[in-house]
């Protein structure tokens, strides 16, 4: 395969290391040494097994992401300033760092492992659905078009009606 032979598995191995602990491929492939991620992109697409080695990284990643948050949320450092005359106050500007820190890293998640860290929807429906014969349907469908101010209501075969006037539902 093009580039495996120029990097070898030494290269690839430390990449895979390095997206295991929650690094970015741009982070990776920024350093001196490295290969460009479009190389490294094509190296997932066109080998099967880096590829799966590639997505199991990728998942270790995650894992090191969620513990990273964790480590953000629970850490106090910086949230409170002294001040020269002894005075305590809050940096409000550390704490919204961290949660933008936070915010970021869940977004990502959500992206990349969306079944695992993404929003459950629910869609489940816990209602009843009444069902209405034709009849009805017609009558019902009459009453709102009256309401709404239609002249008249195409019938069963073609034919034209006359629609009732508007009465209180």
């Avoid at 030494?10 to 970015?24: A, V, Y």
Wanted: contains cysteine.
């Amino acid at each position: 395969m093009a580039g495996k032979s120029q990097w070898g598995n030494d290269t690839r191995e430390q990449i895979l290391e390095k997206l295991s602990i929650g690094k970015s491929l741009r982070e990776i492939c920024s350093a001196e040494g490295m290969p460009s991620e479009s190389l490294v992109r094509k190296w997932v697409m066109k080998d099967e097994d880096f590829g799966a080695q590639y997505a199991r990284a990728r998942e270790a990643g995650m894992e090191a992401l969620a513990d990273e948050i964790l480590q953000i949320a629970d850490s106090q450092e910086g949230d409170i300033l002294k001040t020269e005359d002894g005075r305590e106050i809050v940096n409000h500007d550390a704490i919204q760092r961290a949660r933008l820190r936070v915010d970021t890293r869940k977004w990502l998640m959500s992206k990349i492992a969306p079944k695992k860290y993404g929003d459950r929807l629910d869609l489940n429906h816990s209602g009843s659905i009444g069902t209405l014969s034709d009849d009805a349907l017609d009558a019902r469908l009459l009453k709102l078009l009256g309401k709404a101010g239609a002249a008249a209501v195409a019938g069963g075969e073609g034919a034209t009606e006359e629609a009732e006037p508007a009465r209180e539902l």
